[in-house]
């Protein structure tokens, strides 16, 4: 069973594998050799990719005791990483990560949401009210990718919206 806590200063070379990971077989689908080599570079500063960890909200999905997926959110309401085990695609674990992301943003009174979502996280935050609000191409260890800016506006605290309530993260 899969459940979140969140994140424990010790979780950061298991995030880090996971990550490269599913960088390496799930967005490896949209994205080419050259930028998944980038993406997922065996040369990532651990230390600079450790602290964005600070300061931020980041529940961790874990399965018997292993993370399998986690998210970020920084206090303006920007989504960082969020990544969930290639094993576990399609269980719904993206959607707990974000169902606390976005009761978080709303116990500490967001308007929004915003992300810069892959090609292929693009369908799965469509699906949870988010709208692309541009296309755009950055550039990462030289090479460039093709992602969307996206947000989410949130409704008022309270609204029936994602069951209306704290989920049970918040509640352990
Ligand atoms: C995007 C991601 C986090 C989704 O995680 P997940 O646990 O597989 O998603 P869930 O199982 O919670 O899916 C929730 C819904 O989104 C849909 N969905 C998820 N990924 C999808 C995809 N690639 N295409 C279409 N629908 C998708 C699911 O079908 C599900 O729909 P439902 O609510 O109608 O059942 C995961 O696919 C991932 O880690 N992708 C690679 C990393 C990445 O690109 N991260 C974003 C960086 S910007």
Redesign the pocket.
């Known amino acids: 069973m899969v459940t979140l806590r969140s994140y424990q200063p010790n979780d950061g070379p298991a995030l880090l594998a996971l990550f490269r990971d599913?960088?390496r077989r799930?967005?490896s689908r949209d994205y080419s050799p050259p930028q998944v080599a980038a993406w997922a570079s065996d040369d990532i500063d651990t230390v600079q990719w450790f602290g964005r960890f600070a300061g931020r909200f980041v529940p961790v999905a874990e399965e018997d005791g292993r993370p399998v997926?986690f998210a970020e959110l920084e206090p303006d309401g920007h989504i960082d990483?969020?990544?969930?085990s290639a094993d576990?695609?399609?269980?719904?674990?993206?959607?707990?990560l974000l169902a606390a992301v976005v009761a978080e943003a709303r116990r500490v009174g967001l308007a929004r949401l915003f992300?810069?979502?892959?090609i292929?996280?693009r369908?799965?935050f469509e699906?949870?009210g988010f709208v692309v609000l541009a296309p755009q191409v950055v550039t990462l260890r030289g090479v460039e990718f093709v992602?969307y800016r996206m947000e989410r506006v949130l409704a008022e605290p309270g609204a029936a919206a994602d069951g209306g309530g704290r989920s049970a993260f918040w509640r352990s």
């Not at 576990?88 to 707990?96: A, D, E, I, L, T």
């Open positions: 599913t960088i799930v967005n997926g990483r969020v990544y969930v576990h695609h399609g269980r719904g674990v993206g959607r707990q992300t810069e979502a892959s292929t996280a369908p799965f699906g949870q992602n």
